[in-house]
């Protein structure tokens, strides 16, 4: 699939992103994909290259670009190896609601300037971290953000002020949220909220349970599960399809 490596200037630096691009001639609607917890690695080049195929411009970013020339994460150890965890979380912590907000922003002007892109308003998906990110960029860049999907995304629902359920009453976007079972980061009690919420502000929204665990729809991800990842493609083609 077509690709560019190329940078984008936010508010705290310079960011590495990649723009994957269909075959043949364009502009297409354009999306960000936020990666999971582990950051951009083959796996998501990998996904966001299938993601372009379905007829799509999809810039990946380095959600990490703050913390340097990091070394990828491997999946299959990197919340078992102490050393590993540790580096992990502390990663994780720079990614805040806010830095995501600003980051976006400069996303959005990126693909709005980009001649393979149409529209000023762009679709977003994410998983784990990433499926957060999504939720919490609908709600604080409402106007730039049409559809915004969400895979085994943790922390949608939390006590703390900056929670992305509260952000429901300024999202302009329709959500979509795919949850994992036995999933403590998003429970059958935190989806009821979620929807009332979304409710509640009159949000086109659909959220639903899949019989997978958390990281179902990442390759590398050791609960990685084939048939809920397929359901994982097709429903995010006909949720963009629908409405970018």
């Not at 940078?7 to 999971?36: I, K, Q, S």
């Not at 999933?183 to 009332?196: R, V, W």
Request: negative net charge.
């Amino acid at each position: 699939m077509p690709n560019i490596t190329d940078t984008v200037t936010t508010a705290d630096g310079d960011c590495t992103v990649r723009l994957y691009t269909p075959d043949g001639e364009g502009p297409w609607p354009g999306v960000v994909m936020y990666p999971d917890a582990g950051g951009v690695r083959d796996t998501f080049y990998e996904m966001a290259a299938k993601l372009a195929g379905f007829g799509y411009a999809v810039l990946l970013p380095d959600v990490y670009y703050r913390s340097g020339d990091w070394q990828p994460f491997d999946m299959s150890t990197a919340f078992s190896d102490p050393k590993e965890r540790q580096r992990l979380f502390s990663m994780i912590g720079t990614v805040t609601p806010l830095k995501m907000a600003i980051d976006a922003e400069a996303f959005f002007d990126y693909l709005a300037d980009r001649p393979e892109v149409k529209g000023e308003r762009f679709g977003v998906c994410g998983y784990c971290m990433g499926g957060r990110t999504s939720v919490v960029v609908a709600g604080r860049q409402p106007g730039r953000v049409a559809a915004a999907a969400s895979f085994h995304g943790g922390g949608l629902v939390t006590d703390s002020a900056d929670s992305p359920h509260l952000l429901a009453d300024k999202i302009q976007a329709a959500i979509y949220v795919a949850g994992a079972q036995n999933d403590g980061s998003f429970t059958a009690e935190h989806a009821e909220q979620l929807d009332k919420a979304l409710t509640a502000a009159g949000v086109e929204h659909t959220i639903e349970t899949y019989p997978a665990e958390h990281g179902f729809a990442v390759p590398d991800n050791p609960p990685y599960d084939a048939d809920a990842a397929e359901r994982h493609w097709t429903a995010m083609r006909e949720f963009f399809g629908a409405k970018l």
